[in-house]
């Protein structure tokens, strides 16, 4: 193994395959943890699919005056829903080919569905199954070897204990020996050694049952629909020091009732597009590592546009003095 890690990659980081540049890191960062480096990630990955015919009442984390309109206003109001729900419009394996890592899965029940299919949702909710969308990512795993996918369970909406263990069987079922053990070394060398390729997060109590299911991963959300007011916010995360382990700087901006109606021709993608340059200025200065002020996973929205996902892969060139 040594012998192999003499050689790797040797020009830019950036310029590294997307769909295998986990595989293609230098070899001096195999033996560095996951949570040491930097990983691009998606906010709210699966809302490529929200089902434009969903009637379901708006979901109760959305602002309560937007509920109490979609409810009586429901073919006026669910339009503008729908338009700022949508946070990535590449699918899953798509994300995965952009060199995408990290996947945030919100998770719920439609309401009145007397089957045990789980959906995703966002403000409506997908056409598409949980499980579904697990089978893609298997399969894309299958066919990427020595890629790693991070998947992080949480927002749970309509879950009773009973579906939380169904899809919890449903997560081992999909991914069987890929799936990784949480007392397991999460260093790409020791990964690769045991065939292991999916790391699953679950905001749940129940997660103390299972050893293949990992702590939940702490999320910095800065609920800013500001780029330099985030950027603020993030900074200030960074001064009281990182986790011990994964952790997300979410550079996802937030929308507000009130900036919505003020800006009723837009959408969601309007409003990141036109701050991701100054987004992508803070996400150049930063430094993967164990470090009080470093970062690990950055998640945003639109993560296939702007370049983002290979300056986040070349920030790991900031590691590669020490660790060779």
Not at 17 to 44: E, Y
Not at 47 to 58: A, E, G, I
Not at 215 to 220: C, S
Not at 248 to 272: F, M, Q, R, W
Request: glycine content about 4%; hydrophobic content about 40%; proline content about 6%.
């Amino acid at each position: 193994m040594s012998s192999v890690k003499t050689t790797g990659f040797n020009g830019s980081l950036r310029d590294l395959p997307t769909d295998n540049w986990m595989s293609h890191l230098p070899g001096a960062l195999w033996d560095v943890p996951l949570c040491n480096l930097a990983i691009p990630g998606s906010h709210n990955t699966v809302t490529y699919c929200l089902d434009r015919n969903d009637r379901s009442p708006v979901d109760p984390k959305q602002p309560d005056l937007l509920r109490k309109l979609d409810k009586y206003m429901k073919p006026l109001i669910r339009p503008f829903v729908y338009k700022w729900s949508i946070t990535q419009e590449y699918d899953v394996k798509e994300q995965l080919d952009a060199g995408v890592r990290y996947f945030d899965l919100r998770i719920a029940r439609r309401p009145n569905d007397r089957s045990s299919d789980l959906y995703f949702y966002h403000g409506v909710f997908t056409t598409v199954t949980v499980e579904t969308v697990l089978k893609e990512i298997r399969e894309w795993l299958d066919s990427h070897p020595r890629e790693v996918a991070i998947l992080s369970f949480s927002h749970f909406l309509g879950l009773n204990q009973e579906l939380h263990h169904l899809l919890v069987e449903t997560i081992k079922n999909v991914f069987i020996t890929k799936l990784c053990p949480k007392t397991v070394s999460t260093n790409l060398s020791n990964l690769w050694h045991l065939g292991y390729q999916a790391i699953v997060s679950y905001d749940n109590g129940i997660v103390n049952r299972y050893e293949e299911l990992w702590a939940p991963i702490p999320y910095w959300w800065a609920n800013k629909y500001r780029a330099d007011l985030l950027i603020e916010e993030l900074e200030c995360r960074k001064q009281r020091g990182r986790p011990g382990g994964f952790f997300v700087a979410g550079i996802n901006l937030t929308e507000d009732l009130k900036y919505i109606c003020s800006h009723p021709t837009e959408s969601l993608k309007d409003l990141v597009m036109s701050t991701y340059p100054e987004l992508l200025e803070w996400v150049k200065a930063q430094s993967p590592g164990s470090s009080a002020g470093s970062i690990n996973i950055i998640a945003g929205d639109f993560v296939t546009e702007r370049q983002l996902v290979p300056i986040v892969i070349a920030l790991n060139e900031n590691l590669l003095n020490w660790a060779q």
